[in-house]
């Protein structure tokens, strides 16, 4: 599911602590979703990305 969404194969970020910050993200980003219940997780990821004050809507959890 990372891959499809995130493209987290192709990332590029190899030095520091970069990738394991990212996985993190992701994995914040996908349990947020979870307990929303939320199935449709591309969509919704289009959905927040079009207009990026909808991400606070799932971080006021």
């Given at each position: 599911m990372r891959d499809t969404?995130?493209?987290e194969d192709a990332?590029?970020?190899y030095?520091?602590?970069g990738?394991?910050?990212l996985a993190v993200?992701?994995?914040?980003?996908?349990?947020?979703?979870r307990l929303h219940g939320i199935t449709k997780v591309?969509?919704?990821t289009e959905f927040i990305a079009r207009a990026r004050n909808r991400a606070l809507?799932?971080?006021a959890t």
């Open positions: 969404i995130w493209r990332n590029q970020t030095s520091g602590n990738p394991r910050t993200l992701r994995n914040l980003a996908l349990s947020l979703f591309k969509e919704t809507t799932f971080l």
